[in-house]
């Protein structure tokens, strides 16, 4: 989601849109345009409002390691399936997990939820 704090007075939110939801914050059509096309861009938006208001977004990315490709690939061809569990944006999973060959994907996963799905998918589940 994001960060709250306050800045000589002003209120400041810096994080998803889910933050900027939960915060009241209105986005424009525009704004919401351009977060969408970040996350087909395998990229996160980060999102900046000031006392309520939408000042600005930026576009932020972790780029895939070089040999990731190469080695969901021998998974594959070892007959394993391969299962990406992220905290990214379904936008930036659906992206990344289509470049590099992922069919199974959950995205927006916390933390401990991470930790639980892995447990559950090493029991079979």
């Known amino acids: 989601q994001g960060v709250k704090c306050t800045v000589e007075g002003v209120s400041v939110a810096v994080g998803n849109r889910k933050l900027m939801e939960a915060e009241g ?15 087909a861009r395998a990229r996160t938006a980060v999102l900046v409002a ?18 990731s490709g190469g080695v969901v690939a021998r998974l594959h061809q070892m007959r394993i399936e391969c299962h990406m569990v992220t905290g990214d944006n379904w936008g930036t999973a659906r992206a990344i997990a289509e470049e590099l060959g992922i069919k199974h994907v959950e995205a927006e996963v916390s933390p401990a939820g991470k930790a639980e799905r892995i447990r559950e998918l090493q029991e079979g589940k």
């Open 50 to 67: 000031l006392d309520g208001k939408l000042a600005g977004a930026v576009s932020i990315m972790d780029p895939i390691k070089p040999e």
């Open 25 to 39: 914050v209105e986005m424009p059509a525009e704004c919401v345009q351009y977060v969408v096309g970040v996350h």
